[in-house]
């Protein structure tokens, strides 16, 4: 989990490799998506959250003057494999 801080008019964008499965947050200010096509999406304010897996989001941008925050929650780990201690016994009828 990490926080992405937007200035007032600041853009950063969305890299599809960094942002896999990426969850946000709005946590303070607005935030808007802009759309793969270059047009302006959604203005998100205070605790609206957003996939951006399959949407579309080229960018996130911060439209007002006042700081903008967007907790962002990925994924560590996709698969957790666990090995037991004990030994294994085919079950017989």
Known sequence: MWTLTLRGGARVAVVAAQWRDAFGVVTRGRVQLELRDGEPGPV?????GFWLRGTGVRALRNPGRRTARVRIVTPTARTVTCQSTHPV???TE
């Not at 998100?44 to 609206?48: C, E, I, T, W």
């Open 44 to 48: 998100l304010g205070r605790d609206a």
């Open 89 to 91: 016994r085919p079950v």
